[in-house]
Nanobody, 123 residues
Framework: VQLQASGGGLVQAGGALRLSCAASGRPFKDYSMAWFRQAPGKEREFVAAISRTGSNTIYTDSVEGRATISRDNAKNTVALQMNSLKPEDTAAYYC?????????????????WGQGTQVTVSS
């Protein structure tokens, strides 16, 4: 599956951004989808994931309550709405896909990755 992320940009602290990821090449509904991020000098970290049907979501603690992951299986897209952005949210954000059973929602082990989209939050 090929993934194309978009929606990053420069925003002031307290602002919001909506990241989007378009998938192609495989049945999108067969994949759990996730967002990861990597800040300069740091390891890539898990941000959020959504199950194949969209019924289950999980978030890392640092974005819980500020982020919402969603998907549209008819349009083969997954989105990450980030609100109340903080300077520590500054990073390159990557969407990822993993073929899973319906009920499985992992935080790691994703097989397919899109290119990053940069989010910069100014203080």
């Amino acid at each position: 599956v090929q993934l194309q992320a978009s929606g990053g940009g420069l925003v002031q602290a307290g602002g919001a951004l909506r990241l989007s990821c378009a998938a192609s090449g495989r049945p999108f509904k067969d994949y759990s989808m996730a967002w990861f991020r990597q800040a300069p000098g740091k390891e890539r970290e898990f941000v959020a994931a959504i199950s194949r049907t969209g019924s289950n979501t999980i978030y890392t603690d640092s974005v819980e309550g500020r982020a919402t992951i969603s998907r549209d299986n008819a349009k083969n897209t997954v989105a990450l709405q980030m609100n109340s952005l903080k300077p520590e949210d500054t990073a390159a954000y990557y969407c990822a896909a993993k073929r899973t059973i319906v009920t499985y929602l992992p935080r790691d082990g994703y097989d397919y990755w899109g290119q990053g989209t940069q989010v910069t939050v100014s203080s």
